[in-house]
């Protein structure tokens, strides 16, 4: 089934929080009632300060509480080149209008996070293979010098082809979509699971880059689109597990070089992978951006 064949159903009108425990954002019934007195913008700005940010604002022993786990935590791609823009698809729930609706998941409460995997609205658990994603942000114009306090927002299917928020049987689940702030280093990190191979697609990962955490809440003040093709290896090894259905047929049946994104040049969006099936993979891509 193709992305365009595939039926879209509203999202339901409730909305509900449910943090990773790992997450900033999980800072207890003070923190949120301090930040949803703010606008979307100005509480991005807070966590956009780590920890200490939050601390200011409730002004509380946060800093303390919390600071040991705020500091805990090979790239593929061409070196120093810009990522080419891709498009961002019908499913991108980015405030944009596709496929017939203007979702955005980037305003809700809890969507800046590292850990993909959990729904936040329902609590249920994207299944498949271990993945973390490390995307690190320069700037070609700049010897490719990091792009601290850049943004990026990343979103994929599940191991069985599915996008949240738009496919039957998942449009009330909101994960494997998520936003993190590059640290100084340029570097944003996901942990999320190996996405499937639907019909017509070369396994990906579709992002986009904002300027700031704070103006990452509708696609309007993106910076650049574009998408992360997974090398061939992984993805068989991947597809041979439990819960990837006809992944493996479907991979079988495209190639990078026929794929509707890809097929003018993939080098400098070709993800470097280590890692095992059994393990788990980490994909690293170096996002080269002119600014």
Request: net charge neutral; glycine share 14%; proline share 5%.
């Amino acid at each position: 089934m193709t992305d365009q064949e595939r039926l879209i159903l509203p999202y339901p009108a409730d909305e509900h929080d449910d943090h990773d425990p790992d997450d900033l954002n999980n800072l207890g019934l003070q923190a949120d009632a301090a930040m949803l007195g703010r606008s979307v913008m100005d509480r991005r700005r807070v966590l956009g300060l780590g920890v200490a940010g939050v601390g200011a604002l409730l002004g509380t022993g946060l800093l303390g509480a919390f600071g040991a786990r705020a500091q805990s935590g090979a790239a593929g791609g061409a070196a120093c080149t810009v990522i080419p823009p891709e498009t961002a698809g019908p499913y991108p729930a980015d405030g944009s209008v596709a496929s017939g609706q203007a979702l955005n998941v980037l305003t809700r409460s809890g969507i800046v996070r590292s850990d993909l995997r959990r729904s936040l609205g329902t609590g249920a658990v994207a299944a498949g293979v271990p993945l973390t994603l490390r995307l690190k942000l320069v700037n070609v114009n700049s010897r490719c010098a990091p792009l601290a306090g850049y943004a990026v927002y990343v979103w994929h299917c599940t191991a069985d082809g599915q996008y949240s928020l738009y496919s039957p049987g998942v449009v009330g689940e909101d994960y494997l979509r998520g936003v993190q702030a590059a640290g100084p280093d340029g570097v944003v990190t996901f942990r999320t699971v190996f996405p499937g191979c639907y019909a017509g697609r070369w396994p990906h990962v579709h992002f986009e880059v904002y300027p700031t955490l704070g103006s990452a809440t509708a696609a309007r003040n993106r910076v650049q689109t574009s998408q992360l093709a997974l090398p061939e290896a992984a993805c068989r090894a991947a597809y041979a597990t439990a819960g990837y259905g006809p992944s493996a047929r479907n991979l079988s049946g495209t190639s990078l070089t026929r794929d509707m994104v890809f097929r003018d040049g993939y080098a400098s969006q070709l993800a470097a992978l280590t890692g095992s099936a059994g393990q788990g993979f980490t994909a690293a891509l170096t996002v080269g951006l002119a600014r």
